[in-house]
């Protein structure tokens, strides 16, 4: 059984449009969050959420919002995209804050 | 505060061989850090942790040392074989409530036949 999913793998898109990757964990964990790795690997924390309360929001752009239904997802809604926001977008959950994260494969997002 | 590696630092090693890989970390008050391997098109997968109150951490193949006078972390990977062939990253966290944790810009590692 996948640990941590994320769908789809891949997303091409043209600019200015406005698109989801969703997120799901089975672990049971009580945070999951939202990374960014650019072309040169550098991942960067964007979002976590913690009991569906958002503990962490990096000075991401407002056109990224984290959304959880429930605290088995955490979906990435983003508007109006950007070329820099082509990237490797990763979701990942752990029990707590101070636990070891569980990285979902990973979203390809290609802007054109 | 995050270093941003204007490329990617590769090791290449001899299969067989003892691999060192390196993670200068930022923020002395960390208290926990986390070695991830990430092969290609995957993502980062755990390898083993560290907290502050330790200096060493064994595990199967891998040895975390840690230390905090100079703020440095390294993995050492023993007989690599070419299945460890993969980009390494050491993360730390920062966070107030434990739950912000800043990686380092990666190591490749290249395992030569």
């Known amino acids: 059984d996948t640990a941590v999913s994320q769908t789809p793998k891949y997303l091409v898109t043209q600019m200015g449009n406005d698109k989801s990757i969703k997120c799901e964990q089975n672990?049971?964990?009580?945070?999951m969050y939202w990374y960014k790795q650019d072309s040169k690997k550098f991942l960067k924390i964007m979002f976590s959420?913690?009991?569906?309360?958002?503990?962490i929001n990096e000075t991401v752009p407002n056109r990224f919002s984290p959304k959880s239904p429930d605290k088995a997802h955490l979906n990435l809604h983003i508007n109006s995209l950007e070329l820099g926001d082509s990237a490797v977008y990763f979701c990942a959950s752990s029990q707590d804050g101070q636990d070891t994260q569980y990285f979902g494969p990973g979203t390809r997002l290609t802007v054109l | 505060g995050e270093s941003v590696g204007l490329h990617l630092p590769t090791l290449s090693v001899q299969e067989g061989d003892n691999s060192i890989i390196n993670c200068a970390y930022s923020n002395s008050a960390s208290d926990y850090f986390i070695w991830y391997k990430q092969e290609s098109g995957k993502g980062p997968q755990f390898i083993i942790d560290i907290r502050s109150n330790m200096d060493k951490r064994q595990g199967q193949r891998v040895t975390v040392l840690l230390n905090k006078t100079v703020k440095h972390l390294s993995l050492q990977i023993a007989a690599t074989q070419p299945g460890d062939s993969a980009v390494y990253f050491c993360?730390?966290?920062?966070?107030?409530?434990?739950?912000?944790?800043?990686f380092g810009p990666g190591t490749r590692l290249s395992v030569l036949p």
């Open positions: 672990l049971g964990h009580d945070t």
């Open positions: 959420y913690n009991n569906k309360e958002l503990i």
């Open positions: 993360a730390e966290n920062i966070g107030n409530y434990g739950q912000n944790f800043v």
